[in-house]
């Protein structure tokens, strides 16, 4: 039920991608959306302060992901060698990119020290600071990483659909429900 | 006949006074002992003030008490390392809303010309260049103290404050009320005498 097998995702991986796919795509569109804000726009200071508290529990959710990956078995990939190679090489990068944008996003705000309060709640404290134009220069890298993300999660998106309209696969619907953990992946025995 | 030696010695030295003080003009500000700082002050919608400073700058001066005229200055500025103990702000005032620090990480401040007002005073003018535009300030100037440091060195304290209408240097704040059309410039620093 909650853990994987080889032939499919249990519950746990199945909420932790939809979670972060949810996560991710909110973030972008707030960070799209409160950069263009003017300076006397009410959502000024607030919609800063979601992006970041959420931000914050997505890095958690994501190393929990990463966590979860690494100890739990993966179902295998179908289709040809280059299609399972291509799908690897995917996965991998939007692992590595979702790290960046969580992470430069994170060096931004304590690029001078401050902690980042997550809702007012809990404090994250800076841990890496005063690196020369740090704010700056991990700005720009949380630009073109969350771009970089959101165009390959697009893809990601895209082909899932693919898999399942035109390829029939169950691909997509083992990562929505956990059943496909218990059966054999070409049917039964 | 000690007493003549010493006598002698004592007029040689001063003989050599004059050419040691031509010479001994030009200071170093000491941005190594961090004995100086070009902060700046901006209002914030009228409420209160901004207080930023640059941390990181180079420069020299020119001093000489009996020709105060002669003075001059220089200072060299990275805009990069502007702060205001606030990161995202940083950002966004080095960002292109503002100062452009990608495209102008620099501003310059050579001075022209010195004029003693008083003792130990006087307006510097200068150009200033900031945003990659150039005009041209005036800064009125204190010797705050000189003398032997400490530590074997001779140090000359300044400081001196102008006011910068930003739209001078093609920096947008149409968008921001007159109050914050301007900033307040200050900086203080010492020399050590080279
Ligand atoms: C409409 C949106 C999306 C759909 C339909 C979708 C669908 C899927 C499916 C079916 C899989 C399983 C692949 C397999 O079984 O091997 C998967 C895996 C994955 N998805 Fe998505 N996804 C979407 C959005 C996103 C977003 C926005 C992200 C990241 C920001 C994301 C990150 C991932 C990652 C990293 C994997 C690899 C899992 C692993 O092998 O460890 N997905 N997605």
């Known amino acids: ?127 890496v600071t005063g690196l020369p134009d740090q704010a700056s220069l991990a700005g720009t890298i949380h630009w073109y990483a969350a771009l970089g993300l959101m165009g390959l999660a697009a893809g990601h998106g895209l082909i899932a659909f693919k898999h399942h309209w035109v390829d029939r696969h169950d691909t997509l619907k083992r990562m929505l429900t956990p059943r496909f953990t218990q059966v054999r992946r070409h049917g039964g025995p | 006949m000690f007493k003549k030696t010493a006598l002698g010695a004592a007029l040689a030295a001063a003989s050599l006074v004059p050419l040691a003080q031509a010479q001994a003009a030009d200071y170093v500000i000491d941005t190594e002992g961090q004995h100086a700082f070009v902060q700046f002050k901006i209002s914030h919608l009228g409420f209160s003030y901004i207080l930023g400073s640059l941390e990181e700058f180079d420069g020299e001066f020119s001093y000489d008490p009996e020709s105060p005229a002669a003075s001059s200055a220089s200072l060299e500025v990275d805009v990069e390392s502007l702060t205001t103990n606030h990161a995202e702000r940083d950002k966004h005032i080095k960002s292109d809303d503002f100062l452009d620090v990608a495209e102008y990480p620099t501003a310059t401040f050579t001075s022209t010309g010195f004029e003693p007002t008083g003792d130990g005073e006087g307006v510097l003018t200068g150009e200033l260049t900031l945003h990659g535009q150039t005009n041209t300030i005036e800064m009125p100037v204190t010797l705050l103290g000189e003398g032997d440091d400490p530590w074997g060195n001779y140090r000359a304290g300044f400081e001196g404050s102008a006011t910068l209408t930003l739209a001078d240097y093609g920096i947008d704040m149409s968008s921001f009320p007159e109050a914050m059309h301007e900033l307040e410039l200050y900086v203080t620093f010492e020399g050590i005498r080279q």
């Open chain 1, 1 to 127: 039920m909650w853990r994987n097998s080889t032939s499919g995702w249990g519950l746990a991986s199945i909420l932790l991608h939809w979670l972060s796919a949810l996560g991710f795509v909110g973030l972008f569109v707030l960070g799209w959306w409160m950069t263009g804000l003017d300076y006397y726009h009410g959502w000024y200071h607030l919609a800063p302060w979601w992006h970041r508290s959420v931000g914050m529990l997505v890095l958690l959710v994501t190393v929990g992901r990463l966590i979860w990956r690494w100890v739990q078995p993966t179902p295998g990939l179908p289709g040809s060698r280059l299609e399972r190679f291509a799908a690897h090489l995917g996965h991998t990068g939007l692992y590595v990119l979702m790290l960046l944008v969580l992470v430069s996003g994170y060096l931004i705000s304590t690029a001078e020290g401050a902690g980042i309060s997550v809702f007012g709640v809990v404090d994250v404290p800076a841990l």
